[in-house]
């Protein structure tokens, strides 16, 4: 007698309790992170927090216009970029705009007014030998004076305090004096009046020599001297158009403000380093000589030789020709004097500073070597208020979105609305404590386009439950009882809902890629829910569905389910009947 074959089950063993103990480990460890980590709430970009909006844009040299390239244009974006993230400041977008343009959006928070003050100052930095110096309007230092002289802490010792010294960080303290008298301003001027054959001018073309050239030297040192006689620093104005057009290789005027806060003007000579030569700088408070805050400098091997080079040479002269000027954007941030040779590829420069100060000018040092010259074309100011508006009303439209996509489930799910209801409520958890650690990790700042994506993300994740749901009821119209058709619909469903959100997550990341700025905030949590979206149905909707499956009321197919069998027209289930065989014939038996 032949034994029928079992027919094979309709549904498949599932241990949905794992997969809801393992969703609910991960919330509470997201959770937890939250709160360790002190970040319990997303970071808000400029347009939600306020901040400050700064259009550069590109100024070309005198017979350099094709130095506005892309090239150049991506390097000093890079630059900025470092120049305000090293100062702390997060959430900062640089960024391109036409061909000459460079927005710069500074998120309002701690240090966002420094950083706006250094992104103005984007211009090539350069390292000029000191010829003459005195405080604008004052009485002048360009005649010979005698340089201070070292202390055992190698400070120097008497007014020479307030200014900066370079020295070499890891050398013993100078203690030399000068040896040489320094030089009348009109001699050192004359002396300059060449380019230096520093690294730095390697492009310049070879000089005609002094003595084929001096009367012209001779004029352009008196020319020079006279407008050096009637700069006056403290005029705006009059600032601001100091070395412009002048090139590296050249003399040139600057302004500066000394320790005391009062203008100084300078006549500087030649750049013999410039920006590019300085790897690192960094801030540092000097505890063992008592010296206060200093800067470091770490030079490259290039720099390291360029940098002994000038410092030798100024170190045999007399104040103020024993000094180097630091120019940024045409401004002197600092002139340190030496007393020696540098030659360990590294320098310390100490003087009258404090912990800003000195992080503002080891900044600059670090990422102040621009290709281009930038100009402040506009500077907007988004405030608080206004980004609190912005906020307010895309939680309202949000909410307005969530509470629609709940009014369509209860009135035509019921019962499983309940399921959605719970699903989205985990998804949204999980969204928010991903975001609010995603801002100190990767710098993710919740801007308004973002805030759109999100809400565009509840109805993809609303769509995956629909999807689900109505496979179920599927197959309960085909008969099944619905702990099977719970697991047989599963499969279909699964597949419809990672093509849908494949598609969707594809276009996310396109998105990014191909766009900057806030659009791809829109298109980074467009991703980041679709992902999450899958986690939650896989995790949770189904597991949980399955445990509701073995409810009464569920099972059951109670009028609110929105599972009941005949709401649905469902069909009687279809079996296959045997004719009962014929009784034997009693004759032939």
Request: glycine content about 10%.
């Amino acid at each position: 007698m032949a034994t029928p074959k079992k027919g094979r089950s309709a549904s498949t063993q599932s241990k949905p309790g794992r997969s809801l103990v393992l969703i609910l480990i991960a919330l509470v460890a997201l959770t937890g992170g939250m709160f360790a980590s002190g970040h319990t709430k997303p970071r808000l970009g400029i347009d939600l927090a306020g901040g400050t909006s700064i259009t550069l844009r590109a100024v070309p040299e005198a017979g350099n216009e094709a130095a506005i390239n892309k090239t150049n244009m991506d390097t000093a974006v890079s630059i900025m970029e470092r120049r305000v993230n090293g100062l702390g400041v997060s959430e900062s977008e640089v960024q391109t705009q036409g061909r000459e343009n460079i927005i710069v959006n500074i998120p309002k928070g701690t240090n966002s007014e420094q950083a706006r003050k250094q992104v103005g100052t984007t211009a090539k930095l350069y390292f000029r030998p000191v010829l003459a110096t005195e405080v604008s309007g004052g009485k002048g230092t360009a005649s010979p004076s005698p340089s201070p002289t070292g202390s055992p802490s190698g400070k120097p010792s008497g007014k020479a305090t307030d200014k900066p010294e370079a020295t070499d960080k890891n050398s013993a303290s100078p203690s030399a004096t000068p040896t040489t008298q320094g030089r009348a301003v009109t001699d050192a001027l004359k002396a300059d009046a060449t380019p230096s054959a520093s690294a730095s001018d390697d492009k310049a073309k070879a000089s005609p020599s002094p003595s084929a050239s001096g009367g012209s030297a001779e004029a352009d040192a008196s020319a020079l001297q006279a407008k050096y006689a009637k700069l006056d620093c403290t005029d705006e104005k009059t600032r601001s158009s100091v070395g412009d057009g002048v090139k590296a290789s050249e003399m040139t005027l600057a302004c500066g403000k000394n320790s005391q806060g009062q203008w100084q003007k300078y006549i500087l000579g030649p750049a013999e380093v410039d920006g590019t030569d300085v790897d690192k700088a960094q801030a540092v408070l000097n505890t063992q000589t008592g010296a206060g805050w200093t800067v470091t400098m770490d030079f490259t091997d290039g720099g390291a030789k360029k940098f002994a080079n000038i410092t030798g040479k100024l170190a045999q002269n007399q104040s103020p020709q024993n000094q180097f000027a630091i120019v940024l954007d045409g401004d002197v941030v600092s002139d340190p004097y030496v007393r020696q040779a540098l030659t360990g590829g590294n320098a310390e420069i100490s003087g009258n500073f404090n912990q800003q100060s000195a992080q503002d000018l080891s900044n600059m040092l670090s990422y102040g070597a621009l290709p281009l010259t930038f100009k402040v074309d506009s500077m907007t100011t988004v405030t608080a208020a206004l980004g609190g508006d912005q906020l307010q009303a895309g939680l309202i439209a949000g909410a307005i979105g969530l509470a629609l996509v709940v009014i369509y489930l209860l009135a035509y799910y019921r019962g499983l609305s309940f399921i959605a209801i719970l699903s989205l409520l985990v998804s949204a958890a999980l969204t928010y404590t991903l975001m609010a650690l995603l801002g100190p990790a990767i710098g993710f700042a919740l801007n308004l386009p973002a805030v759109c994506g999100a809400i565009v993300a509840i109805g993809i994740t609303a769509d995956s439950f629909i999807v689900y749901f109505e496979r179920v009821r599927d197959e309960i119209r085909e008969g099944r009882s619905l702990r099977p058709a719970v697991e047989r619909a599963w499969p279909r469903a699964r597949r419809t809902i990672l093509v849908s959100d494949f598609v969707s997550f594809l276009a996310a990341a396109v998105l990014f890629a191909v766009t900057v700025g806030k659009v791809q905030g829109f298109a980074f949590t467009l991703g980041l829910t679709t992902l999450l979206d899958v986690v939650v149905v896989f995790l949770f909707t189904k597991p949980l569905l399955t445990l509701m499956a073995r409810r009464p009321f569920f099972a059951n197919g109670h009028k609110w389910s929105g599972l009941d069998p005949k709401s649905l027209g469902a069909q009687p289930p279809l079996r296959r009947t045997r004719r009962p065989a014929a009784p034997a014939d009693p004759k032939e038996a």
